[in-house]
């Protein structure tokens, strides 16, 4: 089964209606979409996998062999007989891109902090067309996605717009550790621009692990646990994990428009049915952050129930 594929440029012309019908339902059943035809120019993306995969060869690499995971699964096969699993740690490079760091981006790989400014630039514009689809198919006023992650106001650039670039390098016993633990993504919009060629990137699909299979150049959507709270559990955030592979240095280029620190998150108004009302509390985004991050590869539903409720 694979994950669904929106051709974005039909949300404009004759075949709006049926495809803000499709993107509804991708938000409701499955919580992660692919987009092509997105606005996003072929070149710059072409740009961005190269200045990324250069960025690991030649500033990341040999940090990675010394890295925690590398030491840690090394310890683990020295022994005589060994069923154990490394838990704690993922098989992952990673490192985060914000305006607020700009000075501390990479630095030794040509055109890396040119090309990465510019494909922040065009997926924040992205990201903001995406929740307007969102609003309009959950029937809220346009922005009001946004508004709320700025924390209540309509211009303010309050919401944080965060990067994180990953590879996940060839590892000799996949089975022994993950890529990435299962977890729910905690914010808003996440925009994932993944690798075209090496997958293993799985969600979770009615208790059936998923592949999101590499599509060339599309961007891969997918709704955070403040979706959910926003929408009344109407939009799902989703499982997903990444699972190490012995083949292949698999590049992740995950972006995340998420609320204020200070943003009060709760259940819109306008998607309150009288006889049920809100399946979520009220919650400063700061404040559930301090839980998710004890709690983050834990069930969600208790996240929810943990914060202090405003």
Same mark, same amino acid.
């Given at each position: 089964?694979?994950i ?8 404009? !012309? /004759?075949?709006?209606?049926?495809t ?56 683990l096969m020295?022994? /005589? ?13 990673v490192?985060?891109?914000? $305006? ?6 990479p ?13 922040r630039? /065009?997926?924040?514009k ?8 969102? $609003?309009e ?15 209540g106001? /309509?211009e303010? $650039? ?16 996949p089975?022994?550790?993950a ?8 914010? !808003? ?13 799985? &969600? ?14 599309? &961007?891969?959507?997918?709704?955070g ?7 009344? !559990? ?7 994990? &990444? ?9 992740? &280029? ?14 819109a ?11 979520y ?30």
């Amino acid at each position: 089964m694979a994950i669904p594929v929106i051709d974005f440029s039909k949300t404009e !012309g /004759e075949e709006r209606s049926r495809t803000l019908a499709e993107i509804a339902h991708c938000c409701e059943e499955w919580g992660f979409f692919q987009l092509v035809n997105h606005g996003i120019s072929e070149e710059l993306l072409e740009r961005v996998k190269k200045v990324a995969s250069e960025c690991y060869k030649v500033e990341r690499e040999a940090g990675f062999e010394e890295s925690e995971p590398v030491k840690k699964l090394k310890e683990l096969m020295e022994k /005589e007989s060994c069923d154990e699993r490394i838990e704690d740690v993922d098989w992952e490079d990673v490192f985060l891109l914000t $305006d607020d760091n700009a000075d501390q981006w990479p630095s030794k790989t040509a055109g890396f902090r040119e090309t990465m400014k510019e494909y922040r630039s /065009e997926l924040k514009k992205l990201a903001m067309r995406v929740m307007e689809t969102m $609003d309009e198919n959950l029937g809220l006023p346009k922005g009001y996605m946004k508004k709320a992650f700025n924390g209540g106001e /309509e211009e303010e $650039d309050a919401a944080f717009f965060g990067t994180k670039v990953s590879h996940y390098p060839p590892c000799p016993e996949p089975e022994k550790v993950a890529g990435l633990r299962a977890h729910t993504d905690a914010g !808003g919009v996440i925009l994932l621009f993944q690798d075209d060629e090496v997958e293993s990137l799985q &969600i979770l699909k009615d208790g059936v692990w998923l592949d999101v299979q590499p599509l060339k150049n599309a &961007i891969v959507i997918n709704t955070g646990d403040q979706v959910e709270v926003l929408s009344n !559990g109407r939009y799902k955030s989703v499982w997903h994990r &990444i699972l190490a592979t012995p083949h292949g240095n698999r590049r992740s &280029i995950a972006s995340f428009y998420n609320p204020s620190i200070e943003a009060t998150i709760h259940p819109a108004s306008q998607l309150l049915a009288e006889e049920a009302g809100a399946g979520y509390p009220s919650f400063v985004f700061g404040d559930y952050m301090s839980v998710y991050a004890e709690q983050k590869f834990l069930p969600k539903e208790p996240r929810f129930q943990a914060v202090k409720a405003v």
